[in-house]
């Protein structure tokens, strides 16, 4: 029974990463690459894309089990590169929209803290390859 929870547990963590990644990639990839470019990233659109197959790929890797150091310590170090970098709660003077971020920022940290987690778990259940460390 422990195995399947720790699955179904990889399982819920990645829907977060498959969810926005295909709303980077097909439903909403003008709204992001918009939201993008207000924020200062370069060539927004092509950025946006890039994030979406990263998290698509890093869900993927997650759920079945691929390189999970690897790939738990990728998820952790992107997420709190968006975090600080789309998500600058601190800098919003209106309230609902600091509210907004906040949020934003704050959930992309705790993704951040579940990759760093799978980076160092040393028993995984239902994995396809060993760790790359």
């Known amino acids: 029974m422990r195995d399947e929870v720790l699955w179904l547990g990889r399982l819920l ?8 990644g295909y ?39 997650v759920v ?13 170090v992107l997420m709190v590169i968006y975090a600080f970098k789309m998500h600058t709660f601190w800098a919003e003077t209106d309230p609902q929209t600091q509210a907004i971020e906040r949020a934003q920022f704050m959930k992309n940290i705790s993704i951040a803290g579940g990759g760093l987690i799978l980076s160092v778990f040393t028993y995984l259940p239902y994995t396809l390859t060993d760790g790359v460390f």
């Open 13 to 20: 963590f990645s829907l977060v990463l498959f969810d926005n």
């Open 23 to 61: 709303r980077h990639l097909v439903s909403n990839t003008e709204a992001s690459s918009q939201y993008a470019a207000y924020k200062g990233v370069p060539n927004a659109k092509l950025m946006v894309q890039i994030t979406g197959v990263l998290m698509v790929l890093g869900g993927i890797a």
């Open 64 to 76: 079945l089990g691929i390189w999970m150091d690897l790939a738990g310590l990728l998820i952790a």
